[in-house]
Each structure stands twice: as structure tokens, then as C-alpha cells.
């Protein structure tokens, strides 16, 4: 019978296991105190030492992570790519729009700025961040191919539909003409977008792809003991830190009414759990109702197996600092710097938000898949003719998750199962 760990051992591994959470604070303090280190054109020059550097960074880890075969497989997986693409660019979008009508039809007085209405239809409108769901989605233990997957094609789309569906979308009143009423050159944009997009994700993939196929076992080897996927949590930060840094050297949160911040703060997390709920549902749907969805002996409607519903939760509801700032500022040259930095909270908040409340969704997708696993486990044992292990109950479930974050023994009864390292 192992020794129970001291209580203020047990105190330190639970803050050393939240280290992401404390590290997005620091972040945050570091941005509002020195804002000229890390903003876009600031001292580091985070344009191109975060943008490319750090994504280069995570882009690498994937290629050197990912099996060539599980990463093709994904890249034809259609029923993937048609719910995260049309989740991102059609059904948040059309949710967002509803919600700008409402807050139209009820604030005749304007205090939620109407610059925040219309950034909250831009944030809509582009596409999924580039690097945080690929760590989140390892991280939780699904299948970061899937996420990778969806990171390339979403933003080859983003440059191209963004900028016609916000325009499309903006209200007809007049409080709106000064975004509508923009028709600028996006050539300098996609130049610029697309530059990003081949050496900051497809070349250092593709350099990872290269080393993997040349010595895969070498490669998983090193990967595995020296935990090199935690690098990808800590470049999450540099953007986090950057991100916030570019806020408040353009004082666009300190010129937003009391009201506005409130309203951003609470609806991004609202929002991105709401749409975390819904990516989850449309990816397993009650297997009662799949059955019953056919046609000509083709099944419409299908469970997605648990890693690939892991990535659509991450993929689907998360937006891109990386491409719709630069998008962004280019749409709207003409408009006053104070404007465009109002508009660009809702994206800066939402992108900052959503790593803060996924890194807790990180750990319930844990607990969900050992459930699954868990279960898989004792219908095969069943099958096979063996005895039915008992139920496991919730608190047994969750007291596994416990012991296996703090590094204890798992309590007796329940199956071994592979913890999955954040």
C-alpha cells in the first residue's frame, strides 16, 4: 500500500500541473506594463519573431509528431472538413449576426460601441486559429491530425471569404458606413497572409514530415522522453503575451465604455463554451438518432470516433489573431487608427479567452475519452467471453483523473489507462 503524499506536495504539483493558466496572467501583466516589448512593431519585433517564429515552432513539433499516413488520412477525411468549415464560416457568422440585431434593437442609447458590434462580425467571419487548437487538441489526446488538417485548409479559405462575407454582413444602418464603405486593395494582404502561411506553418511541417520519415523511431524516441510538446504550450504564451501587448499600445481597451468591456469579457466566454457545446453535439449525435438518419442505405448522420470529436471542439469555435489582425488593419487603411483599434478587441479578446477557458476543456476531454476507452475495454472483454468488470461510477472516474494528474497511484478497481501528457 503506497504512502499518501504530503498535502502541501500535493498543493505545489496542482499549481505546477495549472502552470499554463498562471502563465497566461504573467502574459497579461507583462503586455499592460511594458506594451512596447511585444507589440506589432515593438522592440522584439513580435511580427516576426512570435508570428513566425513561435508558430514555426509549434508547426514544427506537428510534423515531427504526426505519422505521414494519419496526417494524409485526415487531409481526405470530407465529413471533417464540412463540419468544422461550415461551423466556422457559415454558423458562427449567422449566430454572431443574430446576437449584433439584438443588441441593435435594445441599446438605442449605444452603449455597447458600435466598433465592437463590428469587430464581433469580422471575428466571426475568419478562420480558425493556426496554432492553439493543434496543442489544445494534443494536449486533450485527440487527433491532432484532424486539427492540423483543418489549420490549412481554413486559412487558404480566410483570406479569400473573410473580407466579402464581414462587409456582406454588416448592419445597413448608417452607424456601420464607415466599415462598409471600404473598398481597398488586399493584394499587399494576401502577400503577406500567404507568406505567413508558407514558412511559418507549411515549411517547418514539412521539415518535420521530412526528419520523421527519415528516422521515425529516433524521432518518436526523442519527442517522447524529452516531453518536446510542451514547447507548444509555451509558444501559446509568446502569442498571448504579444496579443495584449498590441492591445494596450493602441489604448483601445482603456478608450471602450465600462459597459463594452463587460459585455466582450462575458459574451467570449459564453459564446466559445456555447459553440464548444455545439461542435460536440453535431460530432456525436445520439446514435438512436443516426440510425434513423439514411438514405438509399447510406447513413447521413455518424459518430465521430473520440479523437476526431476532440479536434472539431477545439477547431470549430476558435478564431485567428494571426491572420485577422493583419486582415483586419488592410480591409480598413483609410479608417482612423482609434476605430480600427476598437474593432480589433472583440478578436484580440475572443483569441485570448478561448485558450484560457480550452485549457480547462483540455482536462474534461481527458476524462471523456478515458471514459470511452474504459468502456471500449469491457465490451471487448465481454465479447470475448471474459467477466464483466463493474460499473465505474463518476467520483471513481474522476478521482482516476486526480490521481493521474498528481502523479499517484490509480485506485483499485478501475483499469489502467494511458495518461495523455498536456
Sequence with gaps: MSTPQPTWKRIALFV????LIIGIGVACLLGYFFPNVAKHGGIIRSEYSILYGAVAVVFLISGLSIPQDKLLRQLFNWRLHVLVQVTSFLFIPALVLAVVHAILAGDKAGRVDRGVLA??????????TIASNVVMTRSAGGDDAAALAEVLIANILGPFVTAGWTVTLLPASEEFDVWRDQNEDLTAMYRDVFKQLGLAVLLPLAVGQVIRFLWPKKTGHIIQKYRIAKLGSFCLLLMIWSTFSSCFATGALQGLSTESIIFVVLFNIALYMFLTAVCFSISRPPQSLCSRTTFGGWQILRQM????????CFCGPAKS???????????????DLYIKAKTSVPVLLYTTEQLFVAHFFVHAFKWWKRRIERRREWEESAESGGAEPPSASLSEVTEEVKAAEFGQPKPRGLPATQCVDT
Design 16 to 19: 505546477l500541473h495549472q502552470w
Design 119 to 128: 469587430g464581433y462580425i469580422f471575428t466571426a467571419c475568419i478562420p480558425t
Design 305 to 312: 470516433p473520440a479523437e476526431e470529436t476532440i479536434a472539431v
Design 321 to 335: 489573431t494571426a491572420l485577422g489582425i493583419p486582415l483586419l488593419y488592410a480591409m480598413w487603411t483609410p479608417v
